[in-house]
């Protein structure tokens, strides 16, 4: 396994992992701690994100690079699912929660 992005929040975590699987790449989530132990904070409680195969790595870098110049350059912004009410990133083309494809 090896590292592939450190994301800001749990959301921004997910979003990456959402589109590396899209891209058929085996990628997890970690870093991400349940609350709760006695007296005891997380070291790091910022998600990362994690490829499993490291023949994907690369790929999975351009993918994360993509997404990321999307996001920050591209046409159009973030929308929201008229299903569920999440909202996207504007690289995405389907709701990453429910799956419904983007109404605007
Ligand atoms: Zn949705």
Redo the contacts with the bound molecule.
């Keep these: 396994m090896e590292c592939v992005y450190q994301a800001a929040s749990l959301l921004d975590a997910q979003l990456v992992q959402d589109a590396l699987e899209g891209g058929g790449i085996d990628a997890t989530i970690n870093g991400v701690y349940l609350s709760g132990a006695i007296g005891e904070l997380p070291a790091d409680a910022t998600p990362s994100v994690w490829v499993i195969n490291d023949s994907d790595v690369t790929r999975a870098r351009t993918i994360i690079k993509e997404l990321l110049d999307d996001a920050t350059s591209g046409p159009g912004g973030d929308w929201t699912?008229?299903?569920?009410?999440?909202g996207?990133s504007a690289a995405f083309q389907f709701?990453?929660?429910?799956?419904?494809a983007k109404s605007i």
């Design positions: 699912c008229a299903d569920c009410g999440e996207s709701c990453w929660k429910c799956g419904s």
